[in-house]
Nanobody, 128 residues
Framework: VQLQASGGGLVQAGGSLRLSCAASGRTSSIFVMGWFRQAPGQEREFVAA????????YYADSVKGRFTISRDNAKNALFLQMSSLKPEDTADYHC??????????????????????WGQGTLVTVSS
């Protein structure tokens, strides 16, 4: 599976951005897809995740109510609608996919080391 993220940019605090992630290759093996972000000097952190077959999405507390994750299975695409952006949202945003073949336990969706495929980052910069 190959992942290609896009949509990052510079935005003022309070603004909005929509990130996209295009999946290609053996997309039938995708079980969960997620967004993670990494700010300079910090560890990669969970942002949001969704099961590829549908169901309730999951969000980090820091973005709950401001970000919305969605998917379009027909287009093999993942999205992250970000609103009410804050300077602390500034980071490199990565999309990732967890393979169906992996043993999955509840809560794994928020752990970067459980994901099998990663796209390159797309930089989001929020100015104050």
């Amino acid at each position: 599976v190959q992942l290609q993220a896009s949509g990052g940019g510079l935005v003022q605090a309070g603004g909005s951005l929509r990130l996209s992630c295009a999946a290609s290759g053996r997309t039938s093996s995708i079980f969960v897809m997620g967004w993670f972000r990494q700010a300079p000097g910090q560890e990669r952190e969970f942002v949001a995740a969704i099961f590829w077959s549908g169901g309730t999405p999951y969000y980090a507390d820091s973005v709950k109510g401001r970000f919305t994750i969605s998917r379009d299975n027909a287009k093999n695409a993942l999205f992250l609608q970000m609103s009410s952006l804050k300077p602390e949202d500034t980071a490199d945003y990565h999309c990732a996919a967890l393979d169906q073949a992996r043993h999955y336990s509840g809560g794994d969706y928020q752990l970067p080391n459980k994901y099998d495929y990663w796209g390159q980052g797309t930089l989001v910069t929020v100015s104050s």
